[in-house]
């Protein structure tokens, strides 16, 4: 199912209306870089962009298909043949750590201003293809897509700003928020400031409703799941979780971690710099952790529920008509299964017919052995062994206890990406299966 001629023509006001917008976006940059920044160099040239981005908007408006720009059907094709839950993480991490590396030159402004018209532009282009836009301009969807731009837009300011105060730092010169600590009085300049962003804000939401009706579907029924049955977006993370762990696990334990976790940080923070102002430098560790685990494992996993999970929970390319049949042969084992069987070509240790309960457990025990090994060097080994090499300075400054309590939060955090891993390279299912007592890892 590809882009048509009766689809374009369907989104041809929208297409056209919405390189209208970048285009009159980067008109008004190029007459606030000549007029107050006197950058008349990149006036012209986002004044060039915005010419280019009304000839895409008329071309739009035309409806053809032989004129509505469009990525290459081979790009497409492409896109999606190698699009999968392993490229898309190693993708996504590779990025992570390419923006991190390199933050000096992103936070130009003129870099990111860059980035994000060419992010616009491949969107205006994707949203020609009839299975990409079914999904982006889904009303569902249409909010998480301005959030991910949102998230964006704020997170580059908070680098820049830490960038720059690193620089200062670097220099001995005070960071950015000690020049301009002024009090300000909650009544009235913060309530006058609140009450302009509520109006701003419900008049935002009331051309939203009337623009974008709310996406209201049939009754619920007890014989009609609709497929794929998807949690609300905030929750879609946890839902991709329960792909590879145990509900009870994914469900319950994880999110209590990442609460307790929460409620711990401030006692098991030992470094006092960075308070009342942006740095990375200062804590780099910390906001390492805090951006992988934010990122990484929310963010991402939301947009992979929202956009690349289809019916039956299976992983859709971006421009892949999301059919019900596809099928998707998966022959997930546990670790006991590779082990005994698979390693040692023997069968599973099981307890002999009439055996009593503690013989029983013996044997369960037994059968798990080669999982409760790998978890117990993972979370009772692996600390020290850190904490005498890559955590050393950590261990000394934090004590036995609160180094114990970081680390294992921190190898609990890493157990998803790990299990994520090996259940895509080796359709490892679980660690630790104990069916008995409803216990899996």
């Known amino acids: 199912m590809h882009s048509n001629g009766l689809f374009l023509k369907d989104v041809a006001g929208f297409l056209g209306s919405y390189y209208t917008g970048i285009a009159v976006m980067n008109a008004v940059a190029a007459l606030i870089l000549w007029r107050k920044k006197g950058q008349t160099g990149w006036a012209v040239v986002w004044a060039t962009v915005a010419g280019a981005m009304m000839i895409l908007a008329s071309l739009a408006l035309s409806g053809a298909e032989s004129f509505v720009p469009a990525l290459p059907a081979a790009a497409r094709t492409l896109v999606n043949a190698l699009s999968g839950p392993v490229l898309y993480t190693l993708g996504t991490t590779a990025l992570f750590t390419i923006l991190f590396v390199f933050r000096k030159f992103f936070v130009q402004p003129m870099v990111a201003w860059a980035i994000l018209n060419v992010a616009l532009v491949l969107m205006g282009l994707s949203m020609a293809d009839e299975n990409f836009a079914a999904i982006v301009m889904k009303p569902d969807n249409v909010p998480i897509v301005g959030l991910v731009f949102l998230l964006a837009f704020f997170t580059w300011v908070a680098t820049k700003q830490a960038v720059v105060n690193d620089e200062r730092i670097r220099q001995g010169l005070p960071p950015m928020e000690k020049l301009d600590d002024e009090k300000v009085l909650v009544w009235p300049d913060l309530v006058y400031t609140e009450l302009i962003c509520m109006v701003a804000v419900s008049a935002l939401l009331l051309v939203w409703a009337i623009a974008l009706p709310a996406p209201l579907e049939e009754p619920a029924s007890s014989v009609k799941t609709p497929n794929p049955s998807k949690a609300p977006w905030y929750f879609l993370g946890l ?203």
């Open 239 to 441: 839902q991709e979780m329960l792909v590879y762990f145990d509900p009870w696990y994914a469900g319950v334990v994880l999110p209590s971690l990442v609460v307790f976790g929460l409620m711990a940080m401030p006692y098991l923070d030992f470094n006092k710099k960075g308070n009342g102002y942006y740095s990375i430098e200062e804590r780099k560790f910390s906001y390492l952790v805090y951006q992988f685990g934010f990122f990484e494992l929310w963010i991402t996993l939301i947009i992979l529920g929202t956009f690349l999970r289809g019916p039956n929970w299976n992983f859709y390319g971006p421009f892949e008509y999301w059919t019900p049949y596809k099928v998707e042969v998966l022959n997930n084992v546990d670790l006991p299964q590779m082990f005994w069987v698979n390693l040692l070509d023997r069968p599973l240790p099981r307890a002999p017919q009439g055996a009593g309960a503690l013989t029983q457990v013996g044997y369960i025990l037994l059968r798990e052995a080669p999982g409760l090994a790998v978890m117990a060097a993972y979370l009772l080994l692996l600390p020290p062994l850190l904490a005498v090499t890559v955590f050393r300075s950590f261990f000394a400054k934090m004590g036995f206890i609160r180094y114990m309590i970081m680390a294992n939060l921190m190898l609990l955090m890493l157990s998803l990406p790990l299990k994520m891993v090996l259940r895509w390279t080796l359709n490892l299912k679980y660690i630790v299966s104990i069916p008995e007592f409803s216990l899996n890892f």
